[in-house]
């Protein structure tokens, strides 16, 4: 199933898409959308949707430039014009960026549609072509091992720099002239290995060079795969690691496959690529491997002789409170409070399985911390605490709430890792602006001093939601606290929180709620007309 993002400055044109279009029975999912095309590029990094339809005249950035952008920052999307002009600049232009379909307004969802398919069958076709296993063969007969092992002999160091770039253009073509360099090293992990499934991600990886310029791909081993990636700057050649690395799991990881991709350090010379090589294979020697996508980067570890990164499979609330500010304290309280159901007559032992699930969470974010739940919490280790604790829901929610409280003080105070104080001042940026319309990815990221690609990587791995589904979830939960404390219109509380079309709000509320903001209100029990 592909995703779909959609971008229009008209309103209706958006919603008469998003409520028309048959989504699901047409084998597409609904992404998101946008007015404008600024607003649009920051949500598509960050949520990276396989195709793009777009119209062509709105405010602020038109559709072509976007495209343009997009095309270059996710090369694996396709790209649907909407345009109301049937003039042929504007057709030329849309083709020299690489844009799969071009229609006119108005148009019917059948044409729309079938421009969806259409596109849909283009990537199904480019996805057999590139995993498919004659190009094994075709790379074999142009010499690829013999490329492999100078390639190979040259990020080791065990050849001569001048002498293997000499070699690579001559003989493969591979031009080593850029002001900069980094190496990215991808390890694939699969749940059920065949050697035809092997067969068609090695063929599927080395397809990457053509979509990425400036790439150079090969395998080190069956499933390690080597990228050089050139720049111009230090800062485009790192960010364009990032969306190598993005591309790379977009278009390999799923059904039972995964991909890790350490990045190395970002070097000025040719000569020096064994440096950026030796940093990325030294991340990949220190991590341990749980079947989750992940990008790392040397800049995103604190690296000492005698610590080692442990990427592991951790519990949903141990993740949560790594990251978690005050604000959503009483959210985790909420989430266990419904978890106990209506029928309280069996309350105390239901609270006791939830309150041990606290109590492990809590234990391991201490320890995780270098500290010991007995010395920083020791009340909550003790018979007396847990009786006290269940025996009502009062008691219950006061005892969890004082917990969370003294543990995120403890977690500030005590924080390691460059990315956790960047994730809570990241949180604590959008709990002051996520009722502007004009906060996004690039906004946030530009707030605490990364790339957006850098940040939108960052953010994602280590809260285990994109920005726009943290971003999303803020707004839900301020317009929820609206519907129930005041008798705004829901209209108006969809503007309140930040949302600039109350109809894309209350798609967005049934969506995450399972119900309308107006059933929501009714069943909280304010009586405000929404």
Not at 73 to 92: C, N, T, V
Not at 258 to 263: E, N, Q, R
Not at 486 to 510: C, L, Q, W
Request: negative net charge.
């Amino acid at each position: 199933m592909y995703s779909v993002f959609i971008v229009d400055d008209e309103m209706i044109v958006r919603e008469g898409l998003r409520n028309k279009l048959p989504w699901e029975s047409a084998g597409f999912s609904f992404a998101g959308e946008a007015g404008d095309g600024e607003l649009a590029l920051s949500m598509i990094q960050d949520i990276k949707p396989d195709i793009l339809i777009t119209d062509i005249r709105m405010p602020f950035m038109d559709g072509l430039e976007l495209a343009a952008k997009a095309k270059k920052m996710q090369p694996w999307i396709r790209i649907i014009i909407l345009s109301g002009h049937d003039e042929f600049d504007y057709a030329k232009r849309a083709i020299s960026i690489g844009v799969e379909d071009y229609i006119l307004k108005p148009f019917t969802l059948e044409e729309l549609t079938a421009g969806l398919e259409k596109v849909a069958h283009a990537l199904d076709e480019q996805r057999k072509q590139a995993f498919s296993a004659p190009r094994a063969k075709e790379l074999e007969s142009q010499g690829q091992f013999s490329r492999t092992k100078l390639l190979t002999d040259f990020v080791y160091g065990t050849k001569d720099a001048q002498d293997a770039r000499c070699e690579l253009e001559q003989n493969y073509g591979i031009t080593l002239n850029a002001p900069w360099f980094t190496v990215c090293i991808s390890e694939i992990h699969m749940e059920n290995r065949t050697a035809d499934t092997l067969l068609s991600v090695q063929n599927g990886a080395l397809s990457l060079e053509t979509q990425e310029k400036g790439a150079t791909v090969f395998f080190l081993s069956p499933t390690l795969f080597v990228t050089i990636i050139r720049g111009s700057t230090r800062e485009s050649t790192e960010e364009r690691a990032y969306s190598f690395a993005n591309m790379a799991q977009h278009e390999l990881s799923g059904d039972g496959i995964t991909l890790i991709t350490a990045i190395g350090c970002a070097v000025s010379t040719s000569s020096s690529i064994p440096q950026t090589f030796s940093d990325a294979a030294a991340i990949l020697r220190q991590c341990r491997f749980t079947g989750k996508n992940r990008i790392i980067s040397t800049s995103d570890l604190q690296q000492s002789a005698d610590t080692a990164i442990v990427l592991q499979e951790n519990d949903p609330l141990f993740d949560r409170l790594n990251y978690a500010d005050e604000s959503e304290i009483d959210q985790i309280i909420s989430e266990y409070i419904s978890l106990l159901g209506e029928n309280r007559s069996h309350f105390s032992i239901i609270a006791s399985y939830l309150l041990v699930d606290v109590i492990m969470a809590v234990s391991k974010v201490i320890e995780s911390l270098g500290g010991n739940v007995n010395d920083v919490m020791p009340d909550i280790v003790t018979h007396a605490f847990v009786e006290r604790t269940v025996q009502s829901e009062e008691n219950f929610i006061a005892e969890i709430r004082a917990v969370l409280t003294k543990l995120l003080a403890y977690r500030n105070e005590h924080v390691q890792g460059r990315y956790a104080d960047v994730i809570l001042r990241a949180k604590r940026y959008i709990e002051k602006h996520f009722a502007s319309p004009d906060i996004c990815l690039r906004s946030v990221a530009e707030a605490v001093a990364l790339s957006p690609n850098h940040f939108s990587t960052v953010f994602s791995q280590d809260c285990g939601v994109t920005f726009i589904e943290y971003l999303t979830r803020v707004r839900i939960m301020q317009a929820k606290r609206l519907l129930c404390s005041t008798e705004m219109r829901s209209a108006d509380i969809a503007y309140e929180v930040g949302f600039n079309d109350p109809h894309y709000f209350s798609f967005i509320f049934k969506k995450t709620e399972g119900m309308s903001p107006r059933d929501f209100r009714s069943k909280a029990g304010t009586g405000a007309s929404s």
